[in-house]
């Protein structure tokens, strides 16, 4: 399917994620990223590839790219790589190229050259966020989610009341079906009206994510402090920001404050206090600043179309 064959390393190198939201997506919406927190996530990658070649153990490649997945949600860096090479090939499980593209682009945004390159060569279409990297719901019998409960009792969120804790479940659930990782859905939540349903600003920002009304009617939001409406509007937004700032989240996440207008004007996060202090908010929350996102959305806007042709 390549026009230059490459080849594939074998080599894998542990490196769990830092920066994670993990904590407060396990407040919020009580689940846990880690894979398993007593498997490291280069064993994870190594049972993996033994799976995947059938080495010590029967072929499975199908469980391969489950594991491969756990070890990516952990923060292993070759494992992303590895299952973006199986989807982009088809290797024992169905091609996709905008999976693939998922993950290479999550092993290039750490530094894997391959996965640069490899990025070249598939065909992404619509930005897709992985089912598998979505956290699973805990066991609530099990020793380690009644000591993950208490950590979080600890924590700023861990008090939130049922009705907001069920905002929060619903943004998990909402967000990648915009191919939205739902850490940073969250923080944009949190720093907007720390999920009240019936929120207003000053400037008549209304709902879960604070939509003015022109932005509602810009994304077919017709009840704003509709929970469901609000998010789909706001998450389509958010969406159209991070395609626009070609994954920039620093931009898109002050854009979502400020506008993007304001952001294009300054030629980065404008100097108004107040959206200053929002993006530190969210970036407390979601550390990453790069995102996947589908060029398709939208244009690039020219700040970020000028920075990399100077580059």
């Keep these: ?133 979505l956290p699973p719901a805990p066991d609530p019998t099990s020793d380690r989610t009644a000591q993950s409960a208490q950590a979080r009792d600890a924590e700023a969120f861990a008090d939130l009341p049922p009705d907001k804790r069920r905002i929060a479940d619903m943004v998990v659930r909402a967000a990648p079906q915009f191919a939205i990782d739902p850490r940073l859905a969250l923080a944009i939540v949190s720093a907007e009206s720390n999920f009240q349903s019936d929120a207003r ?26 929970v469901e409406d609000n998010l789909q509007g706001g998450l389509a937004y958010l969406r159209w920001l991070l395609a626009y700032y070609q994954g920039r989240v620093s931009l898109a996440v002050a854009a979502y404050n400020a506008g993007e207008a304001a952001v294009d004007r300054y030629r980065g996060i404008p100097p108004y206090a107040e959206t200053r202090a929002y993006v530190q908010r969210v970036q407390r929350l979601f550390a990453d600043e790069w995102h996947p996102y589908d060029p398709s959305i939208a244009d690039s806007s020219t700040i970020v179309v000028r920075a990399a042709d100077t580059e």
């Design 1 to 133: 399917m390549f026009a230059t064959p490459l080849k594939r390393q074998s080599g894998y190198r542990a490196r769990p994620r830092g920066g994670l939201l993990a904590l407060v997506l396990a407040m919020l919406a009580q689940r846990a990223f880690a894979a398993d927190a007593t498997i490291a996530p280069g064993a994870l990658a190594a049972q993996a590839l033994a799976y995947e070649h059938g080495e010590g153990v029967p072929r499975d490649q199908r469980k391969a790219a489950a594991l491969y997945c756990d070890a990516a949600r952990a923060g292993d860096v070759d494992a992303m790589f590895n299952l973006g090479w199986m989807y982009a090939n088809g290797r024992g499980i169905p091609r996709d190229d905008s999976l693939a593209a998922f993950f290479f682009s999550r092993a290039a945004r750490e530094g894997h050259a391959q996965a640069r390159e490899m990025l070249k060569f598939v065909d992404a279409g619509p930005v897709v966020y992985p089912e598998c990297m």
């Design 201 to 226: 600003s000053e400037k008549d920002a209304r709902g879960v994510m604070q939509l003015i009304a022109a932005t509602a009617t810009r994304f077919n939001v017709r009840n704003r402090y509709n």
